[in-house]
């Protein structure tokens, strides 16, 4: 040791001898790489340099890691395991059999395929799988802290008419925002007609995940969903349609709504993707919650009633939480997979397939409350849904035909005390015969499950019904074609002004009168009232006491009459599209029908 350090010290020395009498560089430079040299043999040396450089690069893997993980949380918690496996774009499978990737279409077939997809295929197959969407959700939802729960997702999707892109995209969303302990399973149905996935999902790594249902004929969506669910694996029923992509942050506050009431049924926020450009746009509902209409099909969107906001006031992040709500429509949807198979799954006998509202999630949420079960909005879970562009597939005669057939079957089994409510909004169904599941009507009959006069008084307090009808219909004044339209206001929590409009048969002209309270009201459970204002004119509220009206008759057994509130009467005036309430003159401006009219 002694003699490396004497032979280092005396190159040292000679080194600056030379420096002293020759400043050429290049005599320098070579006597210090000989200098150089010698100490890199030396085993102490290297061994300093390499301890040395493993501690730098493994500081460096520590910052790399950190930075990766912040950005990660940014992205509202994807998860590690899986961003490394989706950097790729879509790989399709030609004519061939071959694997490639997205090539550019002939000039006019972009127009075929909006036809024939009723979205741009050239635009979806342009787009990676892992592509970044914004997170619209309310701040309090990404603020909030929710519980960690061993509870596992399957992801039920139906295929259709959806080209392979979309669906791809689907499932790579799916996968990519939830974390892999919670995600059980994606179950993809195909059926006669849809497009085969199975070699798109053996390309992309994806059979361990997805699994493939498959039936030689064409079912309607409730059958194709009810048969998927049986394959699924987890705990919790996601059904998302197949041109959708969930959004970040939608797993956890899912998980935590179903640890505390396993028995749900919950309907999932949206955002919109649009069909051509595939841009995402952000949707902000006024209405959180649905009531159902007398159809049995459709339901009418309303702001959350007060008492359903002194409930939500109790719990923390309020603004975060469940809301419950009396039915849902046409939203993803999930449920608790037990409760679901143990309520029979949907009506299997509901015409209408993926591409349609066939009605069938109204009548499951009826069930599902009066058998035991809970039905919530979720604010905080979002998925966003591609807007189909073009007309359906079917025609709306068509489309039409089976949702009154659907809408029978619902009223058949849950409305039949109601009868006049229901053949009065839909006169068509007095000619149609519906039948009805007895599968159904045994699980219903085994569960002690309530009636509809039980979920109209404990759970849908804001649906509109009492005693007996005396008028039902768009309220249409004898001087020309102008209706009381309620402009929107019927869903809104605030008061609003309805107006006379041009007559068009719409939900939002469709009046009662009852004589149990004698008021006018909406199928929203709002009626025509004072304004707290203006004197005179008529405004839209929730229905209290002193909103009676009175109906009379022009003459004995007359469909026109006078509406009477407080002793003065209803006025039609052309100039000014208002409701005034005026003192009684018995003239014709004053005069009005209720009318069944068509939409």
Known sequence: ???????????????????????????????????????????????????????????????????????????????????????????????????????????????????????????????????????????????????????????????????????????????????????????????????????????????QTVRIVTSPTKKTLSAARNEAATYAKGDILVFIP??????????????????????????????????????????????????????????????????????????????????????????PWAAGKEHFLKLGGLDEGMLGTASEVPGDILELSIRWWSCGGEVVYLPCSKVAFVTLSGGPPLSGHLLAENQLYNSGRTATRWGSQYSQFYHEAVPKSRYQSASHSSRLEHVISSLSCQTLNWFIVNIAVDWNFGGKLIRQGAIKSTQGNACVDAMGHDGRYSPGRPEFYSCHGGYSQRWVYLTSNKQIRTETGKCLSSDPYWHDVITLDYCGEGHQWRWEPVTGGSNIGYLIYKDLCLEYRPENHLLFYVPCKQTASQQFTFEIIPP
């Open 1 to 207: 040791m002694n003699e490396l350090r004497h032979r280092s010290t005396t190159e040292e020395d000679r080194l600056d001898e030379i420096s002293e009498k020759d400043h050429s560089f290049t005599a320098v430079q070579t006597l210090l790489l000989k200098v150089i040299e010698k100490k890199y043999n030396n085993v102490h040396f290297r061994h300093r340099a390499f301890l040395y450089l493993s501690l730098f690069l493994l500081l460096l893997i520590y910052f790399s890691y950190t930075l990766v993980q912040a950005l990660q949380c940014h992205n509202a918690g994807l998860t590690t395991a899986f961003e490394e496996t989706l950097d790729q774009q879509p790989v399709f499978i030609s004519d061939s059999n071959k694997r490639g990737f997205a090539v550019v279409e002939r000039s006019g077939e972009r127009d075929l395929y909006l036809k024939k997809f009723r979205v741009d295929k050239l635009r979806s197959d342009s787009l990676p799988l892992n592509r970044h969407l914004a997170d619209y959700r309310p701040e309090v939802c990404k603020v909030k802290l929710y519980k960690k729960t061993r509870l596992t997702i399957s992801v039920v999707i139906v295929l259709d008419i959806a080209p392979p892109s979309v669906v791809l995209r689907a499932i790579f969303s799916a996968i990519r925002r939830t974390r892999p302990e919670n995600l059980a399973d994606i179950v993809l149905y195909a059926q006669k007609g849809s497009v085969d996935m199975s070699e798109y999902i053996y390309a992309h790594s994806l059979s």
């Open 242 to 331: 197949e041109a959708s992509e969930i959004l970040p942050g939608w797993a956890e506050p899912l998980l935590e709504a179903f640890s505390d009431n396993p028995a749900l049924l919950a309907g999932l926020s949206m955002d919109e993707i649009n069909g051509e450009t595939f841009a995402q746009v952000e949707h902000v509902p006024w209405h959180l919650i649905s009531i159902p209409r007398w159809d049995f099909v459709t339901a009418a969107p309303i702001e959350i009633p007060e008492h359903e906001q002194k409930r939500r006031g109790l719990l923390p992040y309020p603004d975060a939480s469940p809301v419950r709500t009396p039915v849902l429509q046409f939203l």
